[in-house]
């Protein structure tokens, strides 16, 4: 394959994948206030509800302000919260009991409330992410990671490390590798030698100049 076209082939994927991401992390700012004051507003209504009937309508401001309160807590707990998996995920994960099972509807309302709590703070985070990921595709080594894959579509096989800094001598690959690896079908391979291999999915896409899948 042209080398020339494979790499402007790579730049249009680099550009709508640097969008994408974008676009996703906009999407999770704009929702994030959103899932801030619906956990503020459910704070707020317990604190109503098991108040009530001691204090009246008179204790109104200070659950409000207990509510608001409430939310660089939000922000701390997610932080503490093991990295990559929210603690509602976790008891999905693990089977997390029917809402009707005996003995259990205390806990799984208290699982939702935990999940209705940390959602703004995730959707914070997952915007932050998502723009760091647009920033990454945009600083792609465009010429050196199209290098790479040329090498790579030329072979049928795996390439050993070694085949880079003999093709390709004037490649760092130190610093193309961490990001030839984030395009979708690039396949590291441990087994000796060590080295990089293409997808079926990619190599077509990559030959009839299609979107990465």
Excluded at 54 to 83: D, K, Q, S
């Amino acid at each position: 394959m042209d080398f020339e076209k494979l790499k402007e082939w790579l730049i249009r994927q680099m550009t709508k994948r640097a969008k994408i991401s974008r676009m996703k992390g906009m999407f999770g700012f704009v929702l994030c206030p959103v899932a801030l004051a619906m956990a503020v507003i459910c704070v707020y209504g317990l604190l109503r509800l098991f108040t009530y009937k001691y204090y009246g309508v008179e204790n109104a401001r200070t659950c409000l302000w207990i509510a608001l309160g409430a939310l660089p807590i939000m922000f701390i707990g997610h932080l503490l919260a093991p990295c990559g998996e929210s603690l509602m995920e976790k008891r999905m994960r693990e089977g997390a009991p029917m809402p009707g099972a005996p003995g259990n509807r205390g806990a799984v309302l208290f699982h939702v409330f935990l999940w209705v709590m940390f959602t703004g703070p995730r959707l914070c985070s997952w915007g932050f992410a998502s723009l760091r990921e647009s920033r990454q595709w945009q600083e792609l080594d465009a010429h050196g990671c199209a290098a790479v894959l040329w090498l790579l579509v030329s072979r049928p096989k795996k390439v050993p490390y070694e085949d880079f800094q003999s093709e390709l001598p004037w490649l760092d690959l130190t610093i193309v590798l961490p990001q030839i690896t984030r395009v979708p079908g690039v396949l590291q391979l441990q087994s000796p030698p060590a080295g990089l291999s293409l997808t079926e999915d990619l190599r077509k896409a990559i030959r009839t100049s299609g979107p990465i899948e």
